[in-house]
Nanobody
Framework: QVQLVESGGGLVQPGGSLRLSCAASGSIFGTRAMGWYRQAPGKQRELVARFTIIDGTNYADSVKGRFTISRDNAKNTVYLQMNSLKPDDTAVYFC?????????WGQGTQVTVSS
């Protein structure tokens, strides 16, 4: 089993910044991918950014140049630095880890961009 604990969401004004964190614990040997997805009300969950062993780092076109994914392997933690936030970035953000072919999700953290 893999446990994911997310933090860092909140309310921010347009143009502001937030950093999300996701700490993984449990049976994480064999991790193939780590990243972030988001789901806005009435929309499907979508990829934001992720690391994969096969493809390296990927970003959604809508966040390129504004968001940066990073990781601390010693802490088994992945981060998402979000800059120049827009109202369209409002969503619940979910951490995702793929270990030996099985995907695990965090509980989600709300990000609201509003003036």
């Amino acid at each position: 089993q893999v446990q994911l604990v997310e933090s860092g969401g909140g309310l921010v004004q347009p143009g502001g910044s937030l950093r999300l964190s996701c700490a993984a614990s449990g049976s994480i040997f064999g991790t193939r991918a780590m990243g972030w997805y988001r789901q806005a009300p009435g929309k499907q969950r979508e990829l934001v950014a992720r690391f994969t062993i096969i493809d390296g780092t990927n970003y959604a076109d809508s966040v390129k140049g504004r968001f940066t994914i990073s990781r601390d392997n010693a802490k088994n933690t992945v981060y998402l630095q979000m800059n120049s936030l827009k109202p369209d970035d409002t969503a619940v953000y979910f951490c995702n880890v793929v270990v030996s072919g099985t995907g695990y999700w965090g509980q989600g953290t709300q990000v609201t961009v509003s003036s």
